[in-house]
């Protein structure tokens, strides 16, 4: 859990300094752009060269033209950031209030769900982010914590293989796909 506290902080981090780079016309999970960059992400060869792809996605993920959504989305990470769980939570409500079909609203939402230990409506968040982007390799990251936490080892692991097929360079998925097949094999003795 610990290791997931600082994954997030980081990701969140970043999330602000990309919000606060500007916004492209046209961006979110529906951009035409992705469908390159998962390519290349799929194919990149080296941690750095993933990472930076990745950026790239969470960057277009993130955007949207919206000026409610958009306050809403970095005033929400900021809460989350500073562990205000609840003020975070409302402005992820909201922002899926507001934008219902805007991926990243639901995995933020989930994602405070899960650090407030609410599996379940985090899962059906999660379920709500893939249905509008299946390639959300860090829904699928959050599923696999979620049935990791719920001792779900065969969902866990069908999410964790599931999000590196999608990004083949997630250490921190790599780990734990690992611990849950490692615990898949003692349950099953």
């Given at each position: 859990m610990k290791r997931f506290l600082f994954h997030s902080m980081f990701c969140i981090t970043i999330t602000i300094v990309i919000l606060l780079l500007g916004s492209p016309i046209m961006a979110d999970q529906n951009d035409p752009r992705l469908e390159?960059?998962?390519?290349?992400?799929?194919t990149s060869v080296t941690l750095q060269k993933a990472s930076s792809i990745e950026l790239q996605i969470?960057?277009?993920?993130?955007?949207?033209?919206?000026?409610?959504?958009?306050?809403?989305?970095?005033?929400?990470?900021?809460?989350?950031?500073?562990?205000?769980?609840?003020?975070?939570?409302?402005?992820?409500?909201?922002?899926?209030?507001?934008?219902?079909?805007?991926?990243?609203?639901?995995?933020?939402?989930?994602?405070?769900?899960?650090?407030?230990?609410?599996?379940?409506?985090?899962?059906?968040?999660?379920e709500r982010t893939l249905k509008l982007e299946p390639r959300h390799f860090?829904?699928?990251?959050?599923?696999?914590?979620?049935?990791m936490e719920l001792r779900d080892w065969p969902g866990a692991i069908s999410a964790l293989e599931a999000a590196l097929r999608l990004h083949p360079h997630m250490t921190g998925?790599?780990?734990?796909l690992k611990y849950v097949?490692?615990?898949?094999?003692?349950?099953?003795t």
């Open positions: 390159l960059i998962f390519k290349d992400l799929k969470w960057k277009i993920w993130m955007e949207h033209d919206n000026p409610k959504v958009k306050s809403s989305m970095f005033l929400g990470i900021a809460a989350m950031n500073n562990q205000q769980f609840g003020k975070a939570l409302e402005h992820f409500r909201l922002l899926t209030e507001i934008e219902p079909d805007f991926a990243e609203g639901w995995n933020k939402r989930a994602t405070v769900f899960y650090l407030l230990g609410r599996f379940n409506e985090s899962q059906e968040d999660v860090g829904a699928l990251s959050g599923l696999g914590l979620i049935r998925v790599i780990r734990n097949r490692k615990k898949q094999n003692e349950s099953m």
